[in-house]
């Protein structure tokens, strides 16, 4: 008989004692009439507080909430006083059908660049705005870079980038008063070695 063999029948017959004591020992522990020990009491001062409750319920009214006059009412008679804010305001508002429209040109912008080159972005420019505000932020969205054009599309200069780092670029369509007219878009650039 090999010496390997030999060994390996020893821990085997080992092994299975092991595991019958182990058993044993288990079932012996699981149909004991051991009784489990008390645990210790503590008694603690208990003190009852009444609370008296007043015989009469006040009930305070809600508020009247009225609805909401539709976008389209216009006061009738007498001259109304508008401030400019809600002027403001109301040329501030682009149509959906505009901003709808303003949308990144993917067919032309990247999202990943060689290193050391500059990058352009484009979208699609709505004609009804004063400028396009242009912001270069990096993965903490800290800004890097915050510019103002025309048109539709932007070119970053090399020197804004670092390799190994991710950036997110946005634009924003303003007014003649650099108020806001749309949701932002943008994307995110990576630059490449």
Same mark, same amino acid.
């Given at each position: 008989?090999? =010496?390997?063999? =030999?060994?390996?029948?020893?821990?085997? #017959?080992?092994?299975? *004692?092991? *595991?019958?004591?182990?058993?044993?020992? *288990?079932?012996?522990?699981?149909?004991?009439?051991? @009784?489990? #020990?008390?645990?210790?009491?503590?008694?603690?001062?208990?003190?009852?507080?009444?609370?008296?409750?007043?015989? @009469?319920?006040?009930?305070?009214?809600?508020?009247?909430?009225? =609805?909401?006059?539709?976008?389209?009412?216009?006061?009738?008679?007498?001259?109304? #006083?508008?401030?400019?804010? =809600?002027?403001?305001?109301?040329?501030?508002?682009?149509?959906? %059908?505009?901003?709808?429209?303003?949308?990144?040109?993917?067919?032309?912008?990247?999202?990943?660049?060689?290193?050391?080159?500059?990058? @352009?972005?484009?979208?699609?420019?709505? $004609?009804?705005?004063?400028?396009?505000?242009?912001?270069?932020?990096?993965?903490?969205?800290?800004?890097?870079?915050?510019?103002?054009?025309?048109? +539709?599309?932007?070119?970053?200069?090399?020197? *804004?980038?670092?390799?190994?780092?991710?950036?997110?670029?946005? %634009?924003?369509? $303003?007014?003649? #008063?650099?108020?806001?007219?749309?949701?932002?878009?943008? +994307?995110?650039?990576?630059?490449?070695?």
């Amino acid at each position: 008989m090999n =010496a390997n063999y =030999a060994r390996f029948l020893r821990f085997r #017959a080992w092994m299975t *004692l092991l *595991l019958f004591w182990i058993l044993v020992l *288990l079932m012996t522990a699981c149909n004991g009439a051991a @009784t489990p #020990a008390p645990l210790p009491t503590v008694a603690l001062p208990v003190t009852l507080t009444a609370t008296v409750l007043p015989d @009469t319920v006040q009930v305070t009214p809600l508020p009247q909430i009225r =609805a909401t006059l539709p976008p389209t009412w216009t006061p009738v008679g007498g001259a109304t #006083a508008t401030s400019v804010s =809600a002027l403001q305001i109301q040329m501030v508002r682009a149509t959906p %059908v505009v901003c709808n429209a303003f949308v990144i040109d993917r067919s032309r912008s990247v999202e990943n660049f060689r290193i050391g080159e500059p990058v @352009t972005v484009y979208w699609t420019p709505i $004609e009804t705005t004063a400028r396009f505000r242009v912001r270069l932020f990096d993965a903490e969205l800290n800004d890097l870079f915050v510019d103002y054009t025309q048109g +539709g599309q932007y070119t970053f200069n090399a020197s *804004l980038f670092e390799l190994g780092k991710r950036y997110g670029w946005e %634009v924003i369509p $303003e007014n003649a #008063a650099s108020q806001q007219m749309c949701f932002a878009i943008g +994307g995110e650039l990576t630059p490449s070695p």
